[in-house]
């Protein structure tokens, strides 16, 4: 077993973080690690929390963080940041909102720029929650940075999704285009102190009549995470959510769809080192890259055909 693999399993909390940062950099012995981290995973619940930027997500989580802490659940947190495309650094806000939590050893929190990684998630965040899971945390909560087509890429990770409205904000066309609305476990409407919030109630209970979702029916929530209201609903339904997944075939069959796609992405992700790195030690090939009307899609065609080449 690796040595961090096996730390983690003693719960030392300096492997954790240090094995996070190991696959955040995407080491070249990740692999190796994160299939000992797998082996001894203990089923930890992961919750992920979406929504537009302003949605109230990291106040929401902060309270939710109270109310599991009060239940003597141990909790890690995932914040995934909003990341500059050129430095590669995250503001690292949430955890600004949550330092309140910093000195409870029942909670771990951890920061992590998204990398221009398309869906604001990258795959060390995957990987750093499974590393969470196999320290032992009760549960593992994971912020996204807002809404889009790409944000989808969360139901690849956690296993209830959680999508954060708010009345009168003008989102819900955007998040309904965006095709967010298919992947949300339960709709959760913060700030239901403000005017508005029936509306936004009517055309989400509207949506679901259209789309006559299969299996699981997204329950809608109202939380005031300023007021502390709605956390205990809110994590009862995470549960029914939980029991769900692994009672019924049809959660049976969600969670098999997400072994595939992770299969095929560390593929995908396989290949994408090997190349990249043959490309990057080729002299000839780099030079290519300094002259900008370049064909792109005959350049990848024939050096992915040479790599393949050299396999064979």
Same mark, same amino acid.
């Given at each position: 077993m690796h040595p961090l693999a096996e730390r983690i399993q003693n719960q030392d909390m300096r492997a954790l973080a240090r094995a996070i940062t190991l696959v955040e950099?995407?080491?070249? +012995?990740?692999?190796?690690?994160? =299939?000992?981290?797998?082996?001894? +995973?203990?089923?930890?619940?992961?919750?992920?929390?979406?929504? =537009?930027?302003g949605a109230g997500k990291s106040s929401l989580i902060n309270r939710v963080l109270t109310y599991l802490r009060s239940h003597d659940l141990t909790v890690a947190v995932i914040a995934v940041d909003p990341t500059s495309?050129?430095?590669?650094? =995250?503001?690292?806000?949430?955890?600004?909102?949550?330092?309140?939590?910093?000195?409870?050893?029942?909670?771990f929190i951890r920061s992590m720029a998204t990398r221009g990684s398309l869906g604001g998630l990258a795959r060390a965040t995957k990987d750093a929650i499974r590393v969470c899971d196999a320290y032992g945390f009760d549960i593992v909560l994971v912020?996204?940075?807002?809404?889009?087509?790409?944000?989808?890429?969360?139901? +690849?990770?956690?296993?209830t999704t959680g999508l954060v409205l708010t009345p009168n904000s003008g989102d819900v066309l955007q998040i309904f285009k965006a095709g967010i609305m298919e992947i949300a476990d339960l709709f959760i409407i913060n700030k239901a102190d403000l005017p508005g919030v029936e509306k936004l109630k009517n055309t989400l209970e509207e949506y679901m009549m259209i789309a006559q979702p299969k299996g699981w029916q997204p329950p809608i929530i109202k939380t005031i995470s300023t007021e502390n209201e709605g956390m205990e609903t809110f994590y009862e339904k995470v549960k029914a959510h939980q029991n769900y997944l692994y009672e019924t075939d049809q959660g049976l069959k969600q969670r098999k769809q997400q072994l595939k796609l992770e299969v095929y992405e560390l593929i995908?992700?396989?290949?994408?080192?090997?190349?990249?790195?043959?490309?990057?030690?080729?002299?000839? +090939?780099?030079?290519?890259?300094q002259d900008p009307s370049a064909d792109p899609y005959q350049l990848a065609r024939s050096w992915f055909q040479e790599w393949m080449r050299k396999g064979e």
């Open positions: 950099n995407d080491d070249e +012995k990740k692999l190796e690690l994160m =299939s000992d981290i797998f082996s001894i +995973k203990k089923r930890a619940h992961y919750i992920g929390i979406t929504g =537009s930027p495309p050129f430095s590669g650094g =995250s503001l690292l806000g949430d955890r600004t909102r949550m330092n309140q939590h910093f000195m409870d050893p029942g909670i912020e996204t940075v807002g809404v889009g087509q790409s944000e989808l890429d969360i139901m +690849k990770v956690v296993d995908r992700e396989e290949i994408w080192r090997e190349v990249k790195a043959e490309i990057e030690e080729d002299r000839e +090939k780099q030079q290519v890259f």
